[in-house]
């Protein structure tokens, strides 16, 4: 006899989302799916200047993680086709281990995430949600376009991480292409181009968020 699948409500999906904020939110000590890239290598020292910095940096990135999450769970509750949900969530789960080893290093550098989170993960859902409500397309792109700014911001952290600081170095290269990898799909999958300065208005927004989460 043939087990029929289940079908999710709105509501069902609405509870779901919220558990995964939650989830997301959540006391430290998560465990990711993949092992960390910089599992096996020891820790160097750092000058306290330096500790600070690097804490600093990852504290951003650990953000950029938590808005992603929203980003991603906003546009799979939203999302049209479910092919496209489903994209949605197999990069959350990447976007999830992103931020276990964030988490995890952040920890190591006896600093923690940033008090704003909550916030930036309600804003980041709620721009989601919209995303994929307008339209697969749309949705989509707004992908492309979000993981083009992740990725120009990780290209500047390695640049400024100590030349010592190889943990830190191979967690963001991991997540660097993670990120060039997802946006380079949600484009192949039909994502619109956007213009320029809704790009444009997207960094500004990016800039805020990396101003306060480095020091807050």
């Not at 600070?52 to 992603?68: D, I």
């Not at 931020?99 to 916030?119: G, I, T, Y």
């Not at 993960?121 to 339209?135: C, D, E, I, K, R």
Request: hydrophobic share 35%.
């Amino acid at each position: 006899m043939a087990t029929r699948k289940r079908s999710f409500s709105p509501i069902d999906r609405l509870l779901g989302e919220a558990g995964s904020a939650l989830q997301t939110l959540a006391a430290r000590k998560r465990t990711a799916a993949r092992p960390s890239p910089a599992e096996g290598h020891s820790d160097t020292r750092l000058s306290e200047r330096e500790r600070s910095h690097v804490a600093g940096l990852m504290r951003v990135n650990h953000t950029g993680e938590v808005c992603a999450q929203a980003l991603y769970q906003g546009q799979a509750l939203t999302a049209k086709l479910p092919d496209v949900r489903e994209e949605m969530r197999e990069a959350a789960r990447e976007e999830a281990d992103h931020l276990a080893w964030c988490d995890q290093r952040l920890q190591e550098l006896d600093s923690r995430p940033s008090v704003l989170n909550p916030a930036w993960y309600g804003l980041s859902f709620l721009l989601g949600a919209t995303a994929g409500a307008v339209g697969d397309k749309w949705s989509l792109g707004f992908v492309a376009a979000t993981e083009e700014r992740v990725c120009r911001h990780l290209r500047n952290h390695l640049k400024q991480l100590p030349t010592t600081d190889r943990k830190s170095q191979l967690i963001l290269q991991q997540m660097l292409e993670d990120e060039e990898r997802h946006g380079h799909n949600a484009l192949q999958a039909g994502g619109a181009d956007f213009p320029q300065p809704v790009k444009d208005a997207m960094s500004l927004v990016s800039k805020v968020m990396t101003k306060s989460s480095y020091w807050v």
